[in-house]
């Protein structure tokens, strides 16, 4: 968590963003869409087969010579399948010649991506869970010191220098990473591999409700952009002041996905020993209410000051769509603990249903918004839209895990959000009249939001933690 927590937000958040300066929105506008439609279709790359096998090497440690070693062939298979469909849809889209170029090579990084995620698979299914925290920050410790050192040195940046700068990041990462699980594989004695036409259909058949999952969860995240640029008058510059904000998104969500990481085993161990999982769940939830509602009330006080903590150029422009992106991370730090939750209970059927109506929402809500925008304003409606798509969603997960454990204990959160809301409130607006919108009053403003939820009877900070400490070693043994 402290590697994550340091290194990947200091690179997109710094760097990322420092690029994106350099090229400016419109080509940074082009980019972003192609790499949020390869980022889309990336689990053609993967259909759940990482998630798989990280459960089934655990359960049977000499599978890592069997089935881990088999679904490489099946991997090996997919990929020109991923190639192929992410080629033909950018064709259909109307990209041709440079993006489509810029697209190829976006489809390589993640189908290295892909088998870099699925080396670490194989770590943390053998316990080997140092090793595979270093490979999950090398290549953006990498592109860290490479792309700042560009940066720093050049007057000018190219798109292209990014592109090769994650290629080689990735083989790096992939190669100390596949070093490191050969280690793990000696360890264990050789188990005779499977028939080789069994393995890819074995594979698919039972990895593909995940798969199918982070299909429509990416499309509702990812698709907007992609519609955006596309369809809005101005769609290229229109599609990079939307990343700006888009980006802040990502990297607060890397916080909440954290905390699903660590909630999973978690949950799965609770339930089966029909333990309460009501009090862990509604305490993380608090406090993420609290980070989220913090963001989002700065984020809708001092949109521009905010956006200049982190860029230099277009700041004005970008800063209408920020505090809806907020919300929407507000909503959706939410949707991890109870889709977290779901999941351990093994209801993906109902996971995968909301999935699909927060996918349908977005797409339809989206085209008929973006054949009424002008050439201002489109990325506006598409921000609320999102933070429109997850309240939906993200409502639904949770009224389905509240059903599933009722209690009165789950009013503990809305209290919570209720008496943080109106704290941050009263704070942004003391902030908004006496204080000037610089750079250094919104991080002092957002400190204040966030120390709010420290205040008593705002949350439970001893199940945090608790959860943080001495019950550590379940998340461990998970």
């Known amino acids: ?14 760097v990322d963003a420092k690029i994106q300066d350099a090229v400016g929105p419109e080509a940074w506008g082009s980019y972003f869409p192609l790499l949020s439609l390869g980022i889309l279709l990336n689990i053609f790359l993967d259909v759940g087969l990482a998630n798989h096998m990280t459960r089934l090497v655990s359960k049977t440690p000499s599978e890592i010579n069997g089935r881990y070693q088999s679904g490489w062939r099946t991997k090996l298979g997919l990929f020109p399948l991923y190639i192929a469909t992410l080629m033909v849809i950018g064709w259909l889209l109307g990209y041709r010649g440079e993006s489509l170029e810029w697209l190829l090579w976006i489809g390589l990084n993640q189908a290295m991506l892909s088998a870099v995620l699925y080396v670490r698979a194989g770590l943390q299914a053998t316990a080997a869970h140092i090793a ?9 410790a990498l592109l860290l010191l490479a792309m700042g050192t560009l940066l720093w ?20 990462a992939f190669a100390a990473g596949y070093w490191r699980l050969m280690k793990s594989q000696s360890q264990h004695s050789r188990a005779q591999l499977p028939n080789p036409k069994e393995p890819l259909w074995m594979n698919l058949r039972e990895s593909w409700p995940y798969a199918l999952l982070f299909l429509l969860m990416m499309t509702y995240h990812r698709v907007d952009a992609i519609m955006l640029e596309r369809m809005a008058p101005n769609g290229a510059f229109q599609a990079g002041w939307y990343a700006m904000g888009y980006r802040l998104f990502e990297a607060a969500n890397m916080i909440g996905f954290l905390f699903a990481t660590l909630l999973l085993p978690y949950f799965t161990r609770m339930l089966r020993e029909n333990q309460d999982v009501r009090p862990l769940a509604t305490a993380v939830s608090q406090l993420l209410a609290i980070g989220g509602g913090s963001v989002a009330w700065v984020a809708f006080t001092f949109p521009t000051a905010f956006l200049r903590i982190f860029y230099s ?5 970008a800063s209408p769509a920020l505090p809806w992106l907020m919300l929407s991370f507000a909503i959706f730090a939410q949707g991890y603990v109870f889709s977290t939750l779901l999941t351990a209970r093994g209801d993906l059927k109902r996971l995968n249903q909301l999935a699909l109506l927060g996918a349908i929402l977005n797409i339809s809500l989206n085209a008929y918004w973006l054949t009424h925008a002008d050439a201002q ?3 506006i409606g598409c921000a609320a839209i999102s933070a429109l798509t997850q309240l939906a969603v993200v409502g639904l997960q949770t009224a389905r895990a509240i059903t599933a ?5 789950w009013w503990k959160i809305l209290r919570t959000a209720l008496i943080h809301s109106a704290f941050a409130g009263a704070i942004c607006a003391v902030f908004s009249r006496w204080a000037d919108a610089s750079e250094g009053m919104t991080l002092a403003c957002l400190a204040c939001c966030l120390a709010s939820g420290l205040l008593p009877g705002v949350t439970n900070y001893q199940t945090i933690s608790d959860l943080l400490s001495d019950k550590m070693n379940t998340f461990a043994d998970s």
Do not use: C
């Open 132 to 140: 595979d925290a270093w490979v999950s920050v090398t290549d953006r």
């Open 377 to 379: 304003n489109a990325g």
């Open 405 to 409: 454990h009722r209690g009165k204990i």
């Open 153 to 172: 040195r050049q007057d000018v940046f190219a798109i292209e220098w990014l592109l090769a700068g994650t290629t080689g990041a990735l083989t790096i």
């Open 1 to 14: 968590m402290a590697l994550n927590l340091l290194i990947k937000p200091a690179y997109l958040l710094v």
């Open 313 to 317: 150029e277009e700041t004005s422009a």
